[in-house]
């Protein structure tokens, strides 16, 4: 029987989230965090002889994971394993000194979510950028916006996206703010009291500390704890579990929303130039992908309540009842996020709007969407309020009622209110507040432009992020 | 890099659990699912020849997972390549006859879902059958039990483990339940009207709804779904995860407790003859597997919120933003609750109880816990009721504070009582009257009969699961 | 400052429901049970005066929730003032025998639970009964079912409503099933070993025994636990909340369903003859009952995750960890249930279909729908499979292209393989098959009987349920 | 029937935080919003008469329910009869200019938010004070640090204090940053175009954003959203939710681990001079509050899963399934947070540690905890390294079971050791050593200093929190 793969990771996930994730990038990890660690202790003055760091620093991405679990099987301990194995590679015993499994396996978790931080909020200002184009590409393309998903007034395409698009913004500011106040559990032994530290470096306190912040400088973790017991407060994890929730909120609610859009062909999120759907069924545009990152962000939701069960649940100094929690939590909310994105940046580059469909619906609903103008309209023109109230309400429900039983297939209500002499206004009249109105969109343009700018400072400051692509998807 | 492992079926779960949800076990069961269809079909009058079912049955077990894939990636299609490959070794082509792709999927996996449902009944009456042996072999060693996690009356051990034990029997006659009523869709086409098996039969409604019948009793699954659209009702699966819950929580509040007690060594979840703790600190009786458990129960919460996320979100006929949440979901809440189950009959099996520490922490606290038992003997003697109360009261808080203060290590209330006139009681009458309610337990005993009563039913219906015995565990 | 009100019970929940819940009802229910204990305990044989019973049950419904506060901040102790207050209306002191105040509030609790549980059964038939009534009503209207959120297959709305409608009845056997397990605590005292109980029947075990079964009979609670501590095991409350999250799934799905049909007026669930949408926007027909009926359906998964908090997390023979978690999710999760049935059943009876539209959308869509049945019969006609597919296809692209070009607006599939030669149908055979098969829709018809019998069969169990109607909603 | 109250507010909430979502505060949060776009408009040119302002200022705390729900049943609509009250009152008609419901609503609601986030931030800091104090007052009381709640080594009350404190720090942190992110949706019209402000202001966009501006300073919700829909993204109700989550953790953990030391008398989460337990059981110190704090963590758990059910469910520019959903989260969670607060304030206020109880349980560990120390110093003394390895472990594991067996009841390991010429050291030189590491508990007193020095720095920035005295609590 083949091993049973992980499936968010094997059919989803990015090969550099896998990468940190996987056995061997563990193992990567580890071992510059030893390296980093000998670095540090080396520069406060413990004998640490030349080359020794080069040696380890060479073999560090040679990574035989048959050879390691070989010697796990003998030692019967996974980190004693591991250090056997690289001590071996490079010859000598350096790394490891005054540290208990804690302090290794704590700080690699910690870096291992720290590097996918990274990638997330990379991929976040990647989708951002696409959000931005394709706002302004349909800025001022005219929809109806639909409250209660139902035609309600006029919006625009680019308007809409933006929409989505800012909550995105929002959230990614506070994903940002979460990574700026990271902090790692450090060197702290058995319960937390850094008594093996101490011992290692006589009792000075003050080198103890120094030799944490290079460790946490050197692995670039901006912030460090202080009072920690054997692990670190799980609220740490459920603060990004959260943030990934919080993060892919927007991509969601904007899947969704493409997904109603594309079952009445105002959209697709697959369009390439010449491209049809289905050979079967060429009508058919369905919005797998949306569903999909639909999907993931129910997984996250998932796994929040997992991670939520540990944090506030944690007893004295420690307990592992979260070691089984960790394993599935931790990778897999990252290979979820990862997959929406990458799922969701497939979705951006390929969507496409069906502008005469929109303009169609939209010119459907219009009539109805702007009986409070023509009302306002037929007043200035001396008509009584009551009378012109009146007079539109029962041809706006003679209209509906007879698109709704199919004897009319478009809106005619100007027609029926040109028509009506009580109303006092002529068909051409009517038309004129009609095609001035149509396009009233509000500030939708400049709000478009704030959303724009706002990613454009996203750029500035994350200019590898903006321009990701997303590898191929299923 | 290696493929990332699914870890809660390769660290947990038991090969016969991971054989159905392994990529060979899903081929296995997809094939004997058509050759099912097959059988029907032909009793039914579809014309397949002689010695064809036969052809499959011969060759069903050989799966070849690389010479499928190969296939696909030239199909490029799943379905159609496990046809093909299927067909290939077999020599004919009679499978899949009037089928659509859901007519096989989600068949095979409800098929899935309900043989795993089987190892999950069988491996919770293996847990039973522990219980009531363990509850027998302390029906009558007394116990401080404990509300609000203090000392508050006698109990026994063997009551404590009926009282979780009870638990888990309610929730396995839930699953067992669950497990009578679940229902496979059946053969029901694209949008579930069976449009296609109909036209296979030329419109000859009664043997279609037969051949279904004959499908659903081949395989073994209780009951079968009238009214579908292009997938069954999500909250099938629901009701499986939340069942999943139900039946482990007694195994979760058992852990929980076992995790309490090694605390204070009352018990230990790993004790064999001449066994001691870990080397380095022999004191050290860690409840490793038991957090184990309650990691597995806070999974399996957050794999119900996942697979609540789908119930009562089901558009239509059917979308497929259920798709890569189920492909998590299903799996893993087997490997978690099979895992489970091994790691908790291995507790049951390894468990201990240090009777001394028990019986000293009883003594410790008796003579708190019995004071409402003297004061009524005293009055009985003649004692004023508010005088007798006042007395014990002062003692009694002297007593506690005394411990606390560590001036004195045991409880010397019958001393301090037996020693103060005014109650008019000697220490040798309230000696008796301590030995005498000091193994007063009220029905516990009998409670504990009751209780294994209802497992030995259990045996006698479920003989498999009765003499079930887990891997080891890591 | 006023009250601040549950949102839940005084918005949506009917009097039926908070009745059962309130201050007021509880301590009927409360008064009910120490009756239903003191009978019992006077067949038994303890000394209960003849008129005391009597006594208690004229008084009962004399409910002065002030006259008991005042009582209540005398003693400083809820239960003690009921039993004053009680005792004081009857004239007596015989209620409370043997017990301890856990033996009052867990069973009355459970009481609660178990009167609610049989309000919602009740309206779950009346949901059913209406379900089946419009099921039969729109039986043979098709309708264009939607995979992916479009246009796939020709169903009819009857099916789709059945679809859901055996999705709800599949849940109440599930429901009814947990209601005939449902298990009562009894009368246990402190710890579970019915230490009182027996001391008060003098060691008596096979009367304590038959006091515990005569009060479950008289409460009507089906079952009985044995094996308890303080409190029942909480995965009975896990197993409740489920339930009610499971048999309003389908409820959900159907909802939102309606909210995407009312969205393109294929359906509205307000419309009664002469009705219009609001007055503002005529056309608007804003799906908010259903909109409400999602919303409850998360409210439920919100309290499923906090009872699933408790579950598997209970410490010894009790802890109240459990306390203030389930004075809200009890009542929340029935109020919730119960709002959300009379949103639906409200739904129900007033929402309608819109047949020409419904029409119209599938005409609209059917010659995509049909490519496959008229490439068979272009095959029949001896045109090659091959040309056949290509012709049909470079149409159907061209037709799906220009209407959402918007070049035309219906959809003129038939009219171009008709002037297309190659083919060699005539537009009038091309519409022969097309009008043929327009209307072919499987079982549909079929399957919708097996529902309406299905509900049959419930309205013969429960009545009561089926002649329910539903108060006036907001 | 009386009216079911909210139970979270009634039982549990502050009357600060119940005044804010109750009827009465919401009305006087929407008059001082109203108030504040007037103010706004009147100084960017609109048409407000002097005083007319005054006038509304004067009347905005004269709310009466009763008059306003009068109102609402004559004009059936709620926001109407909020207007028409407050014109009366105020004797003038200003209010409400350009703003659609929402525009009031949804500000209104994020005003809620937003004043009941500053009462969370203070209380938080009023916590920290405590445990600040806590962790100093018991800095140097040595305490048996448990991992798997297993006795492990060394550590002080006052560190683990400060390790839950810490963890607290970091999620004020998070909150305080949550808070400065918060932006307000503000005046945006219908579906977010902003077209009716536009139109009061005459297509004049600087003054429709300056209006904006003034409100959202004026209210001092530090920031705006530019592009919303109808309603501002309910990804911000989820990151509130999610923060309360984050800053109760490691209040429930703390809470946790006191109801795990007062189960075995090392604390006390009421404790006074002179005070007893239950006078019925003295000994008793059920940990009522604690369990109680993390009940209400549970219930936010739950809130933030109901929560997290609206994000990423977002159609179009807005649906309504999220209203009643919101109803219940809103208010709901910050009563369970504020509940939590006030009572784990009193848990801090009146807590106890029972030194010797502590001391005796160090004690009895501390031999096993020291067996690595003290083979060291055999080590030293000339002993080889595997005999003495044997030599201790022999003895240690001999007493391990003997006080399981019961036959001792205080760890003599160090006289069995000093007895044991094997190892050459007198019982002397090891009770020497003993001595001396017992006392060892590595940086934890710096530790704690560094956590009072970041409350110092939070005090420092919120005295107003720092001051604050919880309620009492039942």
Redesign the interface.
């Known amino acids: ?12 996930a990015s ?1 550099a989230m ?2 940190i ?5 563990r193992i990567v990890l580890e071992r510059e965090f030893w390296i980093a660690v000998m670095k540090a202790q080396k520069d406060l003055g413990l004998d640490i002889p030349d080359g020794v760091i080069e040696a380890y620093e060479q073999v560090k991405d040679q990574v035989n ?1 048959d050879s390691i679990n070989a010697r796990e099987r003998i030692t019967r301990h996974d980190v004693k394993a591991r250090i056997e194995e690289f001590c071996d590679l490079a010859g000598c015993e350096h790394i490891h000194k005054g540290m208990t499994s804690r302090d290794l396996t704590e700080n690699v978790e910690q870096l291992q979510v720290w590097r996918s931080m990274q990638i997330i909020r990379d991929k976040a200002v990647a989708v951002l950028v696409r959000m931005s184009t394709r706002a302004g590409q349909w800025k001022d393309v005219p929809l109806a ?11 625009t395409v680019g ?2 996206i ?2 989505f ?3 995105i913004v ?2 990614l ?2 994903w940002i ?2 990574m700026d ?1 990271y ?1 790692v559990r450090g060197l702290k ?7 093996d530290q ?1 011992s290692l470096f006589q009792q000075d ?1 003050v080198r ?1 500390i120094e030799l944490e912040n290079r460790v946490c400088a050197h692995l670039g973790i901006p912030s460090k ?6 692990v670190y ?4 994890d ?2 990004v579990v ?1 943030g990934l ?2 993060l ?6 904007f899947a ?2 493409l ?2 859009m ?4 105002l959209a697709t999120e697959g369009f390439a130039k010449g491209q ?2 289905s ?10 992908s949306c ?2 990152v ?6 996250l ?25 960790r ?3 931790l ?2 909310s990252f290979f979820a996020a990862d ?1 929406l994105f990458e799922t969701f940046l497939t979705v951006l580059d390929q969507m496409g709007i ?1 502008e ?2 929109v ?2 619906e939209l010119r459907r ?1 219009l009539p ?2 702007m ?2 103008t023509i009302l306002m309209e037929a007043v200035k023109r001396g008509v009584g309020r009551e009378t012109a109230h009146e007079v539109i ?1 029962e041809h ?2 003679a ?3 007879d ?5 009319i ?2 809106n005619d209500l100007l027609d029926r209110l040109g028509a009506d002499s009580r109303l006092g206004m002529t068909r051409a009249e009517l038309q004129e507040i009609f095609d001035h109105n149509s396009r ?5 343009a ?3 432009d ?2 724009r700018d706002s990613v454009e400072a996203l750029v500035a400051e994350y200019p590898a992020g903006a321009s990701y692509k997303p590898g191929a998807i299923l």
């Open positions: 029987m083949s091993v049973i793969p992980n499936v968010l990771a094997e059919r989803y090969s896998k990468s994730w996987s056995a061997e990038g994971m916006a639909r409250t209660h998903n139902v035609a309600a007034q006029t919006t308007k809409r933006a929409m698009g800012e909550e929002h959230a500011s506070s703010s979460t106040r902090a032994g058995a319960v937390g009291t850094q008594l101490l306190k103890v704890l202080m009072n920690v017991g054997q407060p799980r609220s740490l459920f603060s959260s929730v919080e892919t909120s927007g991509c969601s609610s969704k929303t997904r109603l594309a079952g009445h062909e049809t759907g050979s079967a069924m060429p009508h058919k545009m369905n919005a797998r569903e999909r639909n999907g993931f962000h129910i997984i939701k998932g796994l929040l309540t997992m991670i939520g069960g540990l944090a506030g649940d944690q007893w004295n100094e420690g307990d592992v009842s979260c070691s089984v929690v394993r599935v939590v990778p897999d997959g069906y005469p469909v303009e169609a609903y109805f969407l009986t409070t309400k706006a429900v209209v509906s009622n698109l709704r039983k199919g004897s297939t478009s009233a969109t509000g500030m939708a400049s709000q478009v704030y959303f």
